[in-house]
């Protein structure tokens, strides 16, 4: 078994004879395989023994290789765009790589998975401090390389037996808070998206998303799709129906332009714009809906637009009205703009802050303004 070739990233023919040489530097024997796959994009398989695993993985993070704040990154960059998939080895992961993957293919983008372990460590003078510990910082780094390397295992898997494309994917080992080192790396990666899985109702016996996602969705600024395990999305062409929650409409269309682009994918798609009465203590009619609505038909007319108004008497019944409206017209897609992102908790009182969003199937796309 330790003689047995397995995949350690998937990168392009700069970057991938570049980690072959710091490897074979190290002593560790690496084999290139074309990446075979219908793209026009040169893709190699870099492949190592995996005995090695745990050193090539050591080396890499030293040097941290491909760093994106590293000026010779830059210049091996194939400038494509980037998705980091940020995951926790939990089933949802696994959905968010398939979603990830897809949109890769769609877009000609690279992957990134992340996961972020967190050490624990205990003071001395504690008494049983040496029972708590697991062992050293190594043992929670070598179970965290375990897990990817499982994952890795069934995305190639899944790859080979052509269930998934086969795109440019790598994956990176971070140590800390979880919500601060995915917003630093993402500041450091720069992807174009992030993409999340979430528990869905049917797992998520509290009703929440769980506190660490939810502050990864509402502490970076880069447009997030967090996807729950049993939607019924696993590719673009999956996308039916968007409801859009707006409140100042002549500001959220500067958001649309990376939205519009995934529905220009899937001509399909319907977005509804979504207004909920007395939830900002302002209080439309339909008549001014109705103007957001062919305002952005005007600058999109490609878009099959269409607008519903949610005048609850309070917030517990805004709640069941939005969720029925999700429910018999389909919604597989939630969308707010990312200035919005503190409407998860100001939409609803704070017990039930987060529970629409993440008790029902229903992905969230939180759009970010696109830079000029």
Known sequence: MSNEFLILAIHTPVRA??????????????????????????????????????????????????????????????GRKRILV????????????????????????????????????????????????????EGLLDKARRKMLDLCLDID????????????YSYSLREGVVDEVTDSFTKEYKPSLVVMGTKGKDNNK???????????????????????????INSLSDIKHIAFLTNTPKRDFSYFHPLVNVINKNPEVKITFVHINGIYGDKWDENELVETCNNFSKLYPQVNAGYKLIDPTDVTLAVDNFVKFIEEEKVNVISLAAQKRNLLSRMFLPGNSRKILFNIDTALFIMTKPHK
Request: with cysteine; glycine share 2%; proline share 5%.
């Open 86 to 137: 940020a995951v926790d080895f939990s089933k949802h992961s696994m959905k968010a790589c398939q979603i990830a993957f897809s949109l890769a293919k769609d877009f000609n983008a690279k992957v990134k998975i992340l996961h972020v372990y967190h050490s624990m460590y205990f003071p001395s003078q504690i008494p049983f401090a040496d029972t708590l510990k697991e062992t050293p910082e």
């Open 206 to 232: 509290t009703g929440m998303l769980g506190s660490i996602a939810a502050d990864i969705i509402e502490t970076i600024r880069v447009p997030v799709f967090a996807v729950p395990e049993n939607s019924p």
């Open 17 to 78: 004879y570049t980690l072959k040489s710091i490897l074979e530097n190290s002593g560790i024997e690496v084999r290139l395989k074309k990446v075979e796959d219908e793209t026009e994009t040169e893709s190699l398989y870099v492949m190592i023994r995996s005995a090695d695993l745990s050193n090539a993985l050591n080396i890499i993070e030293a040097n941290r290789l491909f760093s994106y704040d590293d000026k010779f990154t830059h210049l091996t960059d194939d």
């Open 157 to 168: 898997e899944k790859i080979n037996s052509h269930e998934w494309p086969s795109v440019n």
